[in-house]
């Protein structure tokens, strides 16, 4: 059974940090591409960004571009998400993503705000 746990939310200042954690198990974690997507009030799921299967390449969306850093951990089954220089757009919540075998999975989600 795929599974897909997100921790490390939280409330932070405008200009803060976080780094997002998201445990993975239940399917081989080093040969599938894992990403972040988030989701605001009132707003659809975007995606934020992706990370290749050995961890060489990633994809960001424009908004986070040069703030986030996405990487991974495959003997540890972990994806991650550095978040810096958050702002008050930033807060949503958070999921972690892995697309198999024609179906997505996705994790619980874990709540950042960016507020002062």
């Known amino acids: 059974e795929v599974q897909l746990v997100e921790s490390g939310g939280g409330l932070v200042q405008p200009g803060g940090s976080l780094t997002l954690s998201c445990a993975a198990s239940?399917?081989?974690?080093?040969?599938?591409?894992m990403s972040w997507h988030r989701q605001a009030p009132g707003k659809e799921r975007e995606l934020v960004a992706t990370?290749?299967?050995?961890?060489?390449?990633?994809n960001y969306a424009n908004s986070v571009k040069d703030r986030f850093t996405i990487s991974r951990d495959n003997y540890k089954n972990t994806v991650y998400l550095q978040m810096n220089s958050l702002k008050p757009y930033d807060t949503a919540v958070y999921y972690c993503?892995?697309?198999?075998?024609?179906?997505?999975?996705w994790g619980q989600g874990t709540q950042v705000t960016v507020s002062s």
């Open positions: 993503n892995v697309y198999r075998r024609g179906y997505d999975y």
């Open positions: 990370i290749s299967s050995g961890g060489s390449s990633a």
């Open positions: 239940g399917f081989t974690f080093n040969t599938y591409v």
